[in-house]
């Protein structure tokens, strides 16, 4: 069964830095490209961060670009967030989330690598002083 | 690329036949997909390009469209089927933005 778990989640102040983790079990981690999605509280969902299952492609929406870093470490079957210079609309709930599609090269097949098929349950960011 | 759902809020009861509509505001072919989320919980993957329905999902739920329009229809409403609807572009030129959720309560 695949299985995605998120930690390093918790109450940071303005301009503050964390990491946050996710940790995959149940497929082949290194073939797929993975995300974040994050959850204001009474929002909807925000694309955040993607990367290509080697590593070698990184997206970044506009607002969280020069600020988050996305990585992966596919020998221990995990990947990351770097958070930094943290603002009060930041605070939300972080899923990590798994492509549906393997594709080879994730910037000519992003479209055939799909939605995002597995979840992790989501880890509270919360930044204020 | 955005995306504007309608309504925002539904008011069904069960049984009922039920349809969100989803709508680009450029094409996006048929590079779209729905999820269905519960208070607390995370998103459930539902459909894939536009109209694929992922494996397990029951098949009272479909997708439908292209381009700029599409849609997603509750054949008949189970109380499992309360919950909040958000679609997904996936499309090349401006990827991976929702829509701003349609809540289904009930009536």
């Known amino acids: 069964e695949m299985h995605l778990l998120e930690s390093g989640g918790g109450l940071i102040q303005p301009g503050g830095s964390v990491r946050l983790s996710c940790a995959v079990s149940g497929f082949t981690f290194g073939d797929y490209a993975m995300t974040w999605v994050r959850q204001a509280p009474g929002k909807g969902l925000e694309w955040v961060s993607v990367?290509?299952?080697?590593?070698?492609?990184?997206y970044y929406a506009d607002s969280v670009k020069g600020r988050f870093i996305i990585s992966r470490e596919n020998s221990r079957n995990t990947f990351f967030l770097q958070m930094n210079s943290l603002r009060a609309d930041d605070t939300a709930v972080y899923y990590c989330a798994k492509f549906a599609f393997s594709v080879r090269d994730l910037r000519q097949y992003l479209e055939e690598a799909g939605g995002f098929d597995i979840w992790g349950q989501g880890t509270m960011v919360t930044v204020s002083s | 690329i955005q995306m504007t759902q309608s309504p925002s809020t539904l008011s069904a009861s069960v049984g009922d036949r039920v349809t969100i509509t989803c709508r680009a505001s450029q094409s996006i072919s048929t590079w779209l997909a729905w999820y269905q989320q519960k208070p607390g919980k995370a998103p459930k993957f539902l459909i894939f390009k536009a109209s694929s329905l992922v494996s397990g999902v029951p098949s009272r739920f479909s997708g439908s469209g292209s381009g700029t329009e599409f849609s997603l229809t509750i054949s008949s409403l189970q109380p499992d089927d309360f919950a909040t609807y958000y679609c997904?572009?996936?499309?090349?030129?401006?990827?991976?933005?929702f829509g701003q959720g349609t809540k289904v309560e009930i009536k």
């Open positions: 990367i290509s299952g080697t590593g070698a492609y990184i």
């Open positions: 997904q572009q996936y499309s090349s030129s401006s990827p991976w933005t």
